[in-house]
């Protein structure tokens, strides 16, 4: 019954907390993805598996050079990595810098499962933006790009500020540091041997739209750029999702075992307390079974809230602790009789309604913290948009 698909992941690209090109648009958020606790109340759950379609990327010659690794490109980790996560950054950008201790982490702690390519984006608002990328690139003619990568993101707030003269000194002494040849590094600087390729790279992400940096593509879709999204547990649940999560999921939805006539009760524990709700197996069978058949499975085990907003709903019931997964499997919704009326309501989140009609509940679910009528359908007595299938009794 494991289901071993590789499920698509699709996300709109946030603008928020990131350096910025001068061409690129304004962006706007998406709070319906947010993480954590968000100042606006949204008018509904995350969806569980969706959400709405990343940009397009602005034309290219070849957009699949652009989508998939290439010879040039500098990279670290399997080249048969199930997660290649493409990286478009500035080293003299702040949020570059406070990005990449995450993804050079996550690299180092899954080797087998990651692979990270390095592209310049040097903005021309940062004026030491193109020779750090020069001087990157001639280290990496000597075999220590990722070193000096990782020096000029560490050193950023020692350098940024310097003026050209100084900062030319200071790249001499980081190449000291690296055990450089630094006559010949000085030389490819001196030269410009690496100023065109730079300068190729700023203009084929501009061309591309890309809005700003850090810009990750995660297997060839944007990644939001809001540094929540960057957080280490974050960036770790890229590898639950597309390693870890295709392992536990299931071919199809469980056989009915609950008993309509019997009383079911579970804890969810946390590290807040436990919370005791009681099921509402009369009213959403089905529901019931799966939350019952998930939770024997383990599926529920040590799985964060990943979104709870405050006078909302607190969100759970993904592994990877993204908001993007699911169980393998959709099951329709349950019209229960019950509105959205008080606080402690449990109810399955859900994308709205699939291709064929029906809904796409699967093992993400919510607590309701206040009276949320605005998740009820227009008639919560002959249709649900969201199924409602038990409630806080203590806790």
Not at 4 to 9: E, W
Not at 99 to 126: N, Q
Not at 321 to 350: C, H, Q, R
């Amino acid at each position: 019954m494991r289901h071993h698909l590789l499920p698509a992941l699709v996300l709109t690209a946030m603008l928020i907390a990131a350096c910025t090109s001068a061409s690129a648009p304004a962006g706007t958020t998406d709070p319906a993805a947010a993480p954590t606790t968000a100042p606006v109340q949204p008018a509904a759950p995350t969806p569980a598996a969706t959400v709405p379609p990343a940009p397009t990327l602005g034309p290219t010659p070849d957009i699949q050079k652009v989508l998939n690794p290439q010879p040039e490109d500098w990279s670290i980790g399997a080249e048969d990595a199930a997660v290649t996560i493409i990286e478009w950054s500035d080293f003299q950008c702040p949020f570059c810098a406070q990005a990449a201790p995450g993804l050079r982490r996550l690299v180092a702690e899954y080797p087998d499962d990651v692979r990270l390519i390095y592209r310049h984006f040097p903005l021309p608002s940062h004026d030491k933006s193109q020779i750090t990328a020069q001087a990157a690139d001639a280290a990496g003619a000597q075999g220590k790009f990722w070193e000096m990568n990782e020096l000029l993101f560490e050193k950023q707030a020692e350098w940024s500020a310097q003026s050209t003269t100084e900062i030319r000194a200071t790249l001499r002494a980081y190449a000291e540091q690296l055990g450089l040849d630094v006559a010949q590094f000085e030389a490819d600087l001196d030269s410009g041997k690496y100023a065109a390729k730079v300068a190729a790279a700023l203009d084929q992400a501009q061309q591309l739209g890309i809005p700003g940096t850090p810009f990750l593509l995660v297997n060839q879709q944007p990644w939001p750029q809001d540094l929540s999204y960057l957080s280490y547990n974050n960036l770790q649940g890229i590898v639950k999702f597309f390693v870890e999560l295709p392992k536990m999921q299931f071919d199809a939805a469980p056989e009915m075992t609950v008993g309509t006539a019997k009383s079911y009760t579970a804890t969810i524990k946390t590290d807040k307390g436990d919370v005791v709700v009681k099921l509402f197996v009369d009213k959403a069978p089905v529901a019931v079974n799966n939350f019952i058949f998930l939770a024997r499975e383990g599926w529920y085990d040590n799985v964060p809230f990943h979104r709870v907003i405050e006078g909302f709903v607190a969100q759970a019931g993904d592994p990877s602790g993204l908001g993007f997964g699911g169980p393998g499997y959709t099951f329709d919704n349950e019209v229960s009789g019950l509105s959205f009326d008080k606080a402690g309501l449990l109810a399955m989140a859900n994308a709205g309604l699939g291709p064929d009609g029906k809904g796409t509940n699967g093992s993400q679910f919510f607590i309701t913290l206040a009276p949320t009528p605005q998740l009820d359908a227009g008639d919560p007595k002959t249709e649900a948009n969201y199924t409602i299938f038990g409630e806080v009794i203590e806790g």
